[in-house]
């Protein structure tokens, strides 16, 4: 019997590479020979070592990191590191910049808030329902750091390029386009993304920090909310989500190997991306939602001409083998995102689905 | 060519039911016809629904929970329990009983210390390195509640029965032994467990609580460490870890259906170590750690006479298929972790192995 398997544009979590699901598929019930699978293995053994030292070598390698950066493995999604970052890298008499473009830079800013922490949030695109990217914000120069979401993958906006800080650190939530493209890693003093969109299933967060902030956090903290109880440990203090690890381990091999590193995945990922949009802006019947300069490369939000209409053409998408291209609860629409392991065909797919929808409907 | 698996004495992660395995691995490329892996499934589908609901479902009717409980699946293992815990259940001016029986107890009381809560450590089996459960402890009446681990992976001792704490609630540390007997819910407030020894793969903790526990939860913590987040949004407040909570689902399953029920696995699981422990007393070659009236029934510690024969005996059992036989980092010697998921017949192997190994070194 023929694979079934769908092109599927869920915002996360997402597709992960088929090569990937397949060597994990075929390894299942006795991982390297050892009798196991790798749900079963000790996260002391030499296998799971090899495991977690090649995801955060192939992590170091593909971003440049240099020896400065730890790599880590954080459960509790970026919704914990929304509380995490403060208790650990804001101290009471300071203060920290936060830059708000959408749902979860919002939910970053309120965490921050409950402890109670000071943030000045100096600039906002809440004036236009979050369908743009603040320009020439003017930023304290006297801030701990600047916190800001890379790509909105609700409201479909992104960062196109990084603002220039003074030298405060930059804390990113890139949740939704880590490994997507190169950094230049010198604006930045943390970088953490939940692994369900680009890199892996859900259960895991990559938290990448440089050494002088882990040197700022104080004493007291729970070990578990503590960022150098991971990097003291290799992310090895208690049990970590093994399988996500895992997973996360062959997508970073994946992109190394199979696609050829970031400037390849980059220019994929701009070809789908331009794919989508040239279609959407050469008509009137799809109008997408976020200002052009503002576009993600990621998450492509769009509208059709009528609410009837994008739940036609949602349930007859989903009829044709593309799924999960309606927007998220909290704005309707649609969206189709388009994460590194979606294939350009996937894009394609649409796109001739797209032409073929309008013909019938406009 | 025959499927090679080894009996895994892992003590976590640990063994898995091999029909649990064989289902995830068949349907890991497409999911219920979805056309996606379990893994790329949207947290907000049907789907996913279907199976988080089908887990909570299965575990309250496994340990015939009241309405007034609830069961929350939490990132974090049982080490960010140790901090979760004071935060949310010990106000400033009260205080809570703990005993230490161990490593994890001993974390436990640790974090809270860390949090600078008033905790009372009521009674300890530390001046015999934690080779028993203390006996006749004067609990605190006006205690907020009582901590204690109710199985000890590493010493090898577990609670045989839970304590009369006069209704003051007993929150219990239950990681490698949830599950695997019977309990008697009126004793406990709260109830949690990284998965990774008796119901799942590594990353995340189920935690059961009692309703008259969430009311009194301070206002003011981190959304994701305030267990009312999670008891309001059957914990899908963000993205949870689907795959971990999928395999729980299909382990609760078997517990049910295959095995029949927690009384059947009680039955089993008391057959497994009186298999074990028989045998070790027989002789003097072997010798279990633990007090006898102590004796955990999911992990059985036991010495030879020397170091040197233990190392042997483990390298030796592994080239025969037995794994995971070493004792823990911190106290040597050598541990069978006899989880709900190793088959009597591993046991049996076990033991024949044992008897060969004293034949030809005693």
Redesign the interface.
């Known amino acids: 019997m023929a694979?079934?398997?769908?092109f599927?544009f869920?915002?996360?979590?997402?597709?992960?590479p088929?090569p990937v699901?397949?060597e994990?598929?075929a390894s299942?019930?006795?991982y390297r020979?050892?009798?196991?699978?790798i749900?079963?293995?000790?996260?002391?053994s030499k296998l799971f070592d090899e495991v977690i030292n090649d995801a955060v070598a192939r992590a170091k390698r593909l971003l440049n990191l240099g020896e400065d950066f730890h790599v880590l493995f954080i459960?509790?999604?970026?919704?914990?590191q929304?509380?995490m970052l403060p208790?650990n890298l804001l101290p009471k008499d300071r203060f920290a910049d936060y830059v708000n473009t959408g749902t979860w830079s919002t939910k970053a800013i309120?965490?921050a808030e409950?402890?109670k922490k000071d943030i000045r949030v100096v600039a906002s695109s809440k004036d236009r329902d979050f369908c743009y990217i603040p320009k020439n914000i003017s930023f304290n120069r006297d801030a701990v750091y600047v916190h800001l979401t890379s790509n909105n993958t609700i409201k479909g906006t992104q960062w196109a390029n990084f603002p220039d800080t003074a030298g405060v650190p930059i804390i990113a939530d890139m949740s939704s386009d880590i490994l997507s493209r190169r950094l230049d890693m010198k604006k930045f003093g943390l970088i953490y993304a939940?692994a369900?969109k680009n890199i892996?299933?859900?259960?895991?967060c990559m938290v990448i920090i440089r050494d002088d902030l882990l040197k700022q956090i104080p004493e007291?903290?729970?070990?578990?909310?503590d960022y150098r109880t991971y990097a003291t440990s290799n992310s090895l203090?208690?049990?970590?989500?093994?399988?996500?690890i895992y997973?996360i381990q062959l997508v970073l091999k994946w992109l190394e190997e199979t696609v050829g590193g970031l400037d390849a995945m980059e220019k994929i990922n701009r070809q789908k991306a331009r794919l989508l949009y040239d279609f959407i802006d050469a008509g009137e019947f799809y109008r997408g939602t976020a200002d052009k300069d503002s576009r993600s490369f990621m998450n492509v939000t769009f509208r059709l001409p009528s609410e009837e209409l994008e739940k036609k053409f949602i349930a007859e998408a989903t009829e044709n083998?593309l799924?999960?291209l309606k927007g998220h609860?909290s704005v309707g629409g649609c969206r189709a995102s388009i994460y590194n392991a979606m294939p350009t065909e996937g894009v394609a797919a649409l796109v001739d689905f797209m032409k073929h929808f309008e013909q019938k409907n406009a």
């Open positions: 694979l079934h398997r769908i599927n869920n915002a996360g979590p997402a597709v992960l088929l699901l397949e994990i598929q299942f019930l006795d020979s050892s009798g196991m699978s749900t079963e293995i000790s996260h002391r459960q509790g999604g970026a919704s914990l929304f509380a208790m309120k965490e409950i402890l939940g369900q892996g299933p859900a259960g895991v007291g903290l729970p070990s578990m909310l203090y208690n049990t970590p989500p093994c399988f996500t997973t083998g799924g999960g609860r």
